[in-house]
T-cell receptor
Framework: AQSVTQPDIHITVSEGASLELRCNYS??????LFWYVQSPGQGLQLLLK??????LVQGIKGFEAEFKRSQSSFNLRKPSVHWSDAAEYFC???????????FGSGTRLQVQP | GAGVSQSPSNKVTEKGKDVELRCDPI?????LYWYRQSLGQGLEFLIY????????KSGLPSDRFSAERTGGSVSTLTIQRTQQEDSAVYLC?????????????FGPGTRLTVL
């Protein structure tokens, strides 16, 4: 069965600093990979997704992620974090026999002024 | 246009009572998903509907949980004889198709508290 691991439960960065959120997946074939963000009191919003092709994908709000098959990773990055980026971030994998996504447990991002 | 809506936004119930949670997907979306988000956990898949096909119920944790989707639109998740471990945020999502890569649009969730 597929699984997603987000090793960092909580990350704190200073505003303007760079950010990298880690995601590792377990899946037998090439997966469909997603990053979602959940702001307080709001639903999940898709940041970006990867299916095939260029392994570096660009998303909304200045985020990008890189698919590395050899490391089974799909890390999310942003060069300069804004205070409004404080939220919980979820990595998810799809593309199995089941249409539903498998989510990681999330990483909560705190941004210091 | 309108997004996915869920009602109620909050529900407090007593152990042993039945509850119904409602989801209105985006108009025209044929796929509908229910997930559960427990405190400090990721999202756990519950059930998936696609058009008129039989639903994928593989994620339902027990036979106390059931869901239906009427007319290919609105869905209701029912939890019978609620237990304290059922306390969680229940999220509904819809997508335009049932493809693996289709973006799922999420509602704001229903926070269920079982006392």
């Amino acid at each position: 069965a597929q699984s997603v691991t987000q090793p960092d439960i909580h990350i704190t960065v200073s505003e303007g600093a760079s950010l990298e959120l880690r995601c590792n997946y377990s899946y037998g074939a090439t997966p469909y990979l997603f990053w979602y963000v959940q702001s307080p009191g709001q639903g999940l919003q898709l940041l970006l997704k990867y299916f095939s092709g260029d392994t570096l994908v660009q998303g909304i709000k200045g985020f990008e992620a890189e698919f590395k098959r050899s490391q089974s990773s799909f890390n999310l990055r942003k060069p300069s974090v804004h205070w409004s980026d404080a939220a919980e971030y979820f990595c998810a994998v799809g593309g199995t026999g089941r249409r539903a996504l498998t989510f990681g447990s999330g990483t909560r991002l705190q941004v210091q002024p | 246009g309108a997004g996915v809506s869920q009602s109620p936004s909050n529900k407090v119930t007593e152990k042993g009572k039945d509850v119904e949670l409602r989801c209105d997907p985006i108009s025209g979306h044929t796929a509908l998903y229910w997930y559960r988000q427990s405190l400090g956990q990721g999202l756990e898949f519950l059930i998936y509907f696609q058009g008129n096909s039989a639903p994928d119920k593989s994620g339902l944790p027990s036979d106390r949980f059931s869901a239906e989707r009427t007319g290919g639109s609105v869905s209701t998740l029912t939890i019978q004889r609620t237990q304290q471990e059922d306390s969680a945020v229940y999220l509904c999502a819809s997508s335009s198709g049932g493809g693996f890569g289709d973006e799922q649009f999420f509602g704001p969730g229903t926070r269920l508290t079982v006392l």
